[in-house]
């Protein structure tokens, strides 16, 4: 565990794996933390080295003034590469990491040798959500969103089947930082890929969940019909796919990783 300076903070990180393994990015969703990915920690640390590390505004990574931009969170991330001098990753973004991800693979193609974009869109909701959900948070701290969302990221299913994962995820929401997430709340909402995402030229998989109301499939299969040549994949789901259907996600992830020229 450690930090990563940039031009005006810090980024938490940490590493999993073994050290001269190609090297997969982990990047959460908004109202996370890096923690979100460990049900991959086994499953990918036997081939890959697993980099995790916490989005600007949260978990134990700087919180400085908002509002925040794809852009900027995108940047962040380029800086964290240059600081592990990282020339060339696999990226893995879901809901936020994924506009990340899409972000990278329009603006810096040439750091990236696979991506994975989960449950996410080239646009997100509307304005008027994402404003409602920043005065929700900016009036009553991150409880007065937090049941809310866990709703919407899995399925009722899966709730009351798996109460302790459930709890896990909310209390790193309810611990997240109100300021930070506002601030990377403004991110998504004013993020449009749309007319963009057809410029990525890495080899992709997309990821979508069945059951997914936050980004459903049909903003998976939009991202997965510009990119040429993209592979799309629907898990039985809800929002946190990595989560609800780790097996067949991990599967899946590491199939394609693992294909012909994966670690090019």
């Not at 005006?8 to 990015?25: K, M, N, S, T």
């Not at 009722?156 to 929401?173: C, D, L, N, P």
């Not at 057809?198 to 499939?217: F, K, M, Q, R, Y």
Request: hydrophobic residues 40%.
């Amino acid at each position: 565990m450690a930090f990563a300076n940039l031009s005006d903070g810090q980024l938490f990180y940490r590493w999993d794996g073994p050290e001269r393994a190609p090297v997969i990015v982990f990047s959460h969703s908004l109202g996370t933390n890096h923690d979100m990915w460990a049900a991959q920690i086994e499953a990918f640390s036997k081939d890959f080295r697993l980099l995790r590390y916490d989005t600007r505004g949260q978990g134990q990574s700087s919180v400085t003034p908002g509002p925040y931009t794809i852009e900027k969170l995108g940047e962040d991330v380029l800086q964290l590469l240059d600081a592990l001098k990282l020339d060339r990753v696999h990226f893995c973004g879901l809901s936020m990491g994924g506009q990340l991800g899409m972000y990278l693979g329009v603006n810096a193609g040439s750091r990236l040798n696979r991506l994975i974009l989960c449950n996410t869109g080239a646009k997100i909701g509307t304005p008027d959500v994402w404003n409602a959900r920043v005065t929700a948070v900016q009036q009553g701290g991150m409880k007065a969103v937090a049941g809310a969302v866990l709703e919407r990221w899995f399925t009722a299913g899966y709730r009351a089947s798996h109460t302790a994962e459930v709890a896990k995820v909310q209390e790193m929401m309810e611990s997240a930082n109100p300021s930070g997430y506002v601030a990377n709340c403004c991110a998504v909402r004013d993020m449009d890929f749309r007319e963009k995402v057809h410029s990525v030229e890495t080899p992709t998989l997309v990821i979508a969940g069945e059951h997914d109301l936050s980004t459903p499939p049909a903003d998976g299969r939009f991202i997965a019909d510009r990119i040429q040549g993209a592979r799309y994949t629907e898990l039985p789901a809800a929002h946190l796919s990595n989560i609800e259907a780790r097996d067949a996600f991990n599967a899946t992830v590491l199939g394609f990783l693992k294909s012909h020229g994966a670690h090019g």
